[in-house]
């Protein structure tokens, strides 16, 4: 049997034109599939515009598709593209729950004020420059659920993919009049003014969690074999800050492939969550799901070859079968350069992305290396030894 890993990169509209016409698109599925990827997570929902025509956005807030697409449908293109050359396309929600960046909560809140998330002082829920919905409202949830079963429903995609917003919320949120009086019904007092309150912060945790369980569902009745991919930040900084309890979603079931982000920039440091999250958090049979997301670029800066090719192999060594890079042009960056790096050494054998049943518990046999090999190994690796740098 041939080697079957997730080597997947992102497809943003943030620092690149990619999706901005057919003729980037098609040659960027040539690039990726010439340099061994197998997937594509391309964006289709942010800044409170869709990538693709959606009814739920027509009907809600009457904006179709993010008026600089108006007449395509990236999406569609997308699919047709990566199709031709062989990959798999998981549309990605970039925005989730968050409403918009530094707009004061953008058309989406000026439409749908009551959709609001607040703070403990009643105030619009904004943390690092992203102001948010209200991801523990019934019909907030609703509308989300919606754009993501219009598109399973109507493209023929491979899954869905939320991200740290997406099942998330800001832990200052939920002291919005609807959840304290849920709250309050259940506990006969109103909620902590301590938003890190742990018991506090698993109740509204739950009902994230209870939300992404009926996605799930409800993505699986459209097409059980479509997967329902999630890229969270890092637990328990997640729970933490953003109520995404990722140990719960794989205690579930309810999530078949899981991309934390180990966005640092340098290798020790992610060789040190990844030691983690293998260690800690995955077991033999949740394995096979772990994808981590790496840091390829993000404005100036740039991954070296050398640290890149270090972080794929230290995950083939943990057993971890593949990862995804944001973003998409930093493959593009000196004349293709991370591209090369990918094609001739840890890409240049194909691989086959994984099944289903490949993702489920046993699918990958090499999953994990005993705890002594796995010393050996990190001793050779902090001795700088990684080989094809």
Not at 127 to 139: H, I, R, S, T, V
Not at 174 to 203: A, I, M, S
Request: glycine share 8%.
């Amino acid at each position: 049997m041939g080697t079957i890993e997730t080597r997947g990169v992102w497809l943003t509209t943030t620092d690149s034109k990619v999706l901005r016409s057919k003729e980037r698109i098609a040659e960027a599925m040539d690039l990726l599939a010439e340099t061994g990827f197998n997937v594509v997570f391309p964006v289709v929902w942010n800044k409170a515009v869709t990538l693709y025509p959606s009814q739920t956005m027509q009907q809600t807030f009457g904006v179709e598709i993010d008026p600089l697409c108006v007449g395509r449908d990236p999406l569609e293109e997308v699919i047709v593209e990566a199709r031709r050359v062989g990959l798999k396309v998981i549309p990605w929600f970039e925005y989730g729950f968050a409403s918009s960046y530094n707009l004061n909560g953008g058309v989406l809140l000026q439409k749908k004020p009551e959709w609001a998330a607040r703070d403990c002082n009643g105030n619009l829920l904004k943390k690092n420059g992203f102001e948010w919905l209200n991801a523990l409202d019934p019909q907030v949830q609703e509308f989300l659920l919606n754009l993501v079963l219009e598109v399973v429903k109507n493209y023929d995609v491979d899954g869905v993919q939320g991200d740290d917003r997406f099942p998330g919320l800001p832990c200052e949120g939920g002291y919005d009049q609807g959840t304290v009086t849920r709250y309050r019904q259940e506990f006969d007092h109103n909620p902590p003014q301590n938003p890190k309150d742990r018991q506090w912060l698993q109740w509204r945790a739950d009902i994230l969690t209870d939300f992404l369980a009926r996605l799930y569902r409800e993505v699986k009745a459209v097409n059980p074999n479509l997967l329902v991919s999630v890229a969270p930040n890092i637990y328990d900084w997640a729970f933490q800050e953003y109520l995404q309890d990722s140990p719960a979603w794989l205690k579930r079931g309810i999530v078949d492939m899981i991309h934390p982000q180990i966005y640092r920039r340098d290798f020790r440091s992610y060789q040190a969550i990844a030691d983690k999250l293998v260690n800690q958090q995955f077991t033999d049979a949740t394995l096979p799901k772990l994808a981590p997301g790496i840091l390829m670029k993000l404005g100036s800066y740039c991954i070296s070859p050398e640290y890149l090719v270090q972080a794929i192999e230290y995950n083939r060594h943990l057993g971890i079968q593949g990862e995804v890079f944001f973003f998409y042009e930093g493959l593009r960056e000196n004349n293709n350069t991370l591209a090369k790096v990918l094609q001739n050494g840890p890409y240049a054998k194909s691989a086959s992305f994984p099944t289903l049943s490949d993702l489920s518990a046993g699918g990958v046999s090499n999953k994990r290396t005993s705890s002594i090999w796995q010393r050996l190994l990190k001793k050779d690796f902090l001795r700088g030894n990684a080989r094809g740098i």
